[in-house]
């Protein structure tokens, strides 16, 4: 199985951006699932559901979330009811939504995916080492190969995460930090993973805000409006060749497309 996953969308250029590449994509390799971090698609903070309807036309199967998936009211009352979308698990019990998934393909063929949220600088959230081993062995029951997103800001909390689940799944990825790493690889007992997988937005940005503003921040210290940046779009995502009988990862291939 070809899953391609795809960087953060951050607003309307990274949908734009995920217009512009993820067709010519298709194209080109032989992609079953295409998977998608949506947590910033509407507006670059949250998403709704029209804006995942409209991503979905693209090509884009499924989505995970992180840290902003509450965000937009109307996805909040919306979650409980759309299969295609697991945000992080690690969350309390009884929360909206669903951490894990199993996502069937127009073929029968089935792919288990799990969204987990980092703990190290970032909100306060269950242990997502529990919560992935958990939801990985549970999803591993209906199919073998299964996808982890972890939504984290610290590297070592990803690192340790692929290694955490090497040989217990198919894949680690980490989103978040919206600035693609260059550390792809097979784990040795078969576990595909990657530190971040980057962002689809604005290339001459500040991880998709308007650098003047960040810039600004920076220098000052002074709290400013953050807006999704215009121009120029890059497109960041990793495809993964997996083993549908063993779950294992025979490779993962870094994208990065960027519009001149």
Known sequence: M?????????GQPGRRSVARWLPELCERHPIDLAVANAENAAGGIG??????????????????MGNHVWRKKELVTALDSMTDIVRPANYPA?????????????????????NVLGRVFMEPAECPFLHAGRA????????????????????????????????????????HTHVQTADEWVLPLGTAFISDVGMC??????????RDAVIQRFLTGIPVKFNVAKGPVLFCAVLIDADEDTGRARSITRIMEREA
């Open 2 to 10: 070809h899953i391609l996953f795809i960087a953060d969308i951050v």
């Open 201 to 210: 937005g604005p290339a001459h940005s500040v991880i998709g805000v308007e």
């Open 47 to 64: 998403a709704t559901p029209p804006i995942l309807d409209e991503l979905k036309k693209l090509g884009v199967h499924a989505f995970t």
């Open 94 to 114: 009884g929360v909206p939504g669903r951490g894990a998934a199993v996502i069937t393909l127009p073929d029968g063929r089935k792919a288990g995916l799990v």
């Open 136 to 175: 990985v062995a549970a999803l591993r029951e209906e199919t073998p190969v299964v996808l982890v997103d972890v939504h984290a800001e610290a590297t070592s909390e990803k690192v340790a995460m692929g290694w955490h689940l090497d040989g217990k799944c198919t894949a680690v990825v980490g989103t």
